[in-house]
């Protein structure tokens, strides 16, 4: 986990063979792996990379590495990746084209479907790597725009939208998420979050571990609240192996205590809050006595937690996916800031505090001093409805799970086309096998997506982005959570080759398809952003630039190409801006080049009331919506831990990522392993052992898995990873696939759902487990989800594969790919 002790992972795989010396050179490149945004040293030889470490001068991650970011090299260079565009024949086959035939496809394609003039019938898709390229931040809004269509999905709604939703009741602005300030707290209060092995999210921390290490070392204390003895977990002062899904409960007995026991003080804040009252109503019934069995975990303990909250000098609250991903999603998120305010730890040193991004929009000036922030216009849920289950939506998402009945339901406004960006939603999202019958209905899809896997073997057009050492990188989206506000920007370091477009040139292709020119140049897009953005500056009176000639303006942008002059734009228009000459600050385009390792823009400092858009212009601490939730929470309260009731949780593993990483030979193996972990007490009430095959069986499938037994889950808890489950035939993933695990998501059936953000519950569901009988053998295999589909034949069970998506003869473009085994079963 150190700088040094895992960057050497990646050496020894030199790819050519060649001396590690002879002819190298080093470049830098930031880390698109992982939120923590980690800088890496990058040697190359030959065009292909060598060796990646960690970059000691890096401003922010100062040379911390992970295995995932020292097996750079593996994944850049991996033989499976894509570097052609596939598109599907006239006998259904996926053939390599060139780009400009791939585009004309996707013209085509898209073109027929837009014709009937249903502006719903094109679905979007955006998976969870466009928030680490440059291109998905960039593209899609535009994208979106153009489409108009309501059909549109993000992996957000697998993820942590109900903290959206949480922050745009309570803040007017679903972006203004509070990040914990590791560095100066004095209690850490972690929910439903494993950042010593995700490294952490929705909070840009590298070496979130050593972090961790030294708030001990300094006399602070770490609580972790989690059904797993997770690595995090292990550091921690005191582990509250809670009940699954029952945060909110523990939570709001929290808050229950902090106003019985007179220990409430927003500080400075106060005159910012409202609905203080209504929170402590709300929380009256909710003591620790009336949660603790639902909960089980004892009064004392919840009384202990609430007083070491609000008795220590600082404290910061975060919760990430265990907090997110579950029945009480929005509710837990909400708890998470409430607990955060009611201590007076919400915007302060120490506690949890909003970052600024430098290309954030220059904030609105801060209103005097005790005087209310100027009224927003707040944030509102379900202005619309999906179609046929009338999920309302959020932050103009559907959840995902609608998709596929959106694809299969007739009627007006039926999607008929999907376009999926970074996204492997058959196995992200639940029923991944109800998702890919949908996509078989599909009229046009296309993926831009270096892999050919279980969704993008579904479209007719694949558009694989350059790899990453060929690609430059700007986290736009983290640089928003950064534990400290900082700025970096890394160029290729490899030059990309004349037919190896990046991202940013694929998706203003793409756009460009979609308007009808496809043959007009990519820069155009860029260009119409640039002009746009500049018109609007120069008439906010706000803006530095404000009456100036957006012409004059747009011709002073320097960069390379259409992506580095919009950079340079957002950086000198941001609030650590040059401004045209006229901003607060000094950043520009040229001034980032000029410090390859970043620059440091100091400690979070507060930022309300200045960032609030609530209508009321205030922090609405009790907003309706939540208000309107709480009944089903007190409907909980009721739950007991039946006898032999299982609720399974997910995990993450330090090596891997999601869906797509098991491909790269470095990262497999060890503990990362598709495994039902379980107590040793059900184990033996099961009759299971170590290395047994479990049946393991939801509301929306059937699973058999290894178990692993260990006490790291706490009885009546069973863990199984996401992201498994390769075994499907026209993939192009041969070393994922010889292992491929079973896919989690096919125990769900998409119908349980955080009701407020749509998000799918993927943790503390109910699952049935049992021994696989010896005369189910020959079962396995030929179940729903653990189809052994090399014996079974391509076309059985496979519902989107037609005979030509099956595994295809050598000499086709897409080499064959090993469906070896049967899941792990
Ligand atoms: N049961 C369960 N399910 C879960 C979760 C869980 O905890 N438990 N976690 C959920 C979470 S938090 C998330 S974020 C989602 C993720 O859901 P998705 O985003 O749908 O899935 P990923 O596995 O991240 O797939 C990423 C895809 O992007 C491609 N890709 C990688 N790099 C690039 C790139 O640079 N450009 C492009 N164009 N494509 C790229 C990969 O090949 C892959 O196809 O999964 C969710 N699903
Ligand atoms: N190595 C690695 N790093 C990753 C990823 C990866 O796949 N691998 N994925 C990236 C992505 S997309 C994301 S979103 C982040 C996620 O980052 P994290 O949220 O830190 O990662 P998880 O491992 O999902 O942690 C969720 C924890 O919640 C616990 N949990 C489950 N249910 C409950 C519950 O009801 N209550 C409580 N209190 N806890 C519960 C689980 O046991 C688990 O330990 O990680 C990112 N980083
Ligand atoms: S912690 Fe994340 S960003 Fe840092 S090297 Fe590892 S994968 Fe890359
Ligand atoms: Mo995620």
Known sequence: MTATGTSDESAEATPNGSHPHEDSRTGLRICPLCEATCGLEITVEAGRVTRARGDRDDVFSQGFVCPKGASFGQLDSDPDRLTRPLVRDADGELKETGWDEAFAAVAAGLGGVLAAGERDAVAVYLGNPNVHTMAGALYPPQLLGALGTRNFYTASTLDQMPKHVSCGLLYGDPQAIPVPDVDRTDHLLIIGANPVESNGSLATVPDFPGRLKRLRRRGGRLTVIDPRRTRTARLADRHVAVRPGSDALLLMAMVHVLFEEGLTDTGELGPHLTGVDEVRDLAREFSPEAVQDACDVSAAEIRALARELATARSAAVYGRVGSSTVEFGTLTNWLVDVLSALTGNLDRPGGSMFPLSATARAPRPAPEPGRPAAPGRGFALGRWRSRVSGRPEAKSELPVVVLAEEITTPGEGRVRALITLAGNPVLSAPDGEGLEKALADLEFMVSVDPYLNETTRHADVVLPPARPSRTPHFDFAFNALPVRNQVRYTRAVVEPGEDEPGEAEILARLLLALAGTPDAPPGTVDEAVISRTLGKAVADPGSPVHGQDPGQLAERLTGRDGVERRLDMMLRLGPYGEGFGAGPGELSLEKLLAHPHGIDLGPLRPRLPG???????????????????????????????????????????????????????????????????????????????????????????????????????????????????????????????????????????????????????????????????????????????????????????????????????????????????????
């Open 611 to 825: 960032l609030l858009r609530t209508r009321s212009g205030t922090v609405e601490l009790c907003p309706e919506p939540i208000r309107a939730d709480v009944p089903r929470l007190r409907a909980a309260l009721r739950r007991r831990t039946e006898d032999g009731e299982l609720v399974l949780v997910g995990r993450r593993h330090l090596r891997s990522n999601n869906s797509w990483m098991h491909n790269v030979p470095a990262l497999r193996g060890g503990s990362n392993r598709c495994t039902l972990q379980m107590h040793p007490h059900d184990a033996a009430r099961l009759g299971l052992a170590d290395g047994d095959s479990a049946r393991i069986t939801g509301d929306g499938g059937a699973l058999t898995a290894p178990v692993e037994v260990t006490d790291a889950v706490r009885s009546g808890v069973v863990s199984l990873p996401h992201g498994w489950g390769h075994d499907r035939p026209g993939t192009r993933m041969r070393v994922a696939a010889d292992d491929p695990g079973v896919n989690v998501n096919q125990l769900l059936d998409g119908t349980l759902v955080d009701p407020l953000s749509g998000t799918a519950v993927l943790n503390g569901f109910p699952v049935r487990v049992a021994a696989l009988d010896p005369s189910d053998v020959e079962q396995v295999g030929v179940g729903p989800s653990d189809l052994n589909l090399a014996d079974a034949g391509p076309a059985a069970g496979a519902p989107g594969a037609g005979p030509s998506e099956a595994a295809p003869s050598n000499g086709t473009a897409v080499p064959p790919v090993r469906t070896t085994g049967t899941g792990s079963g």
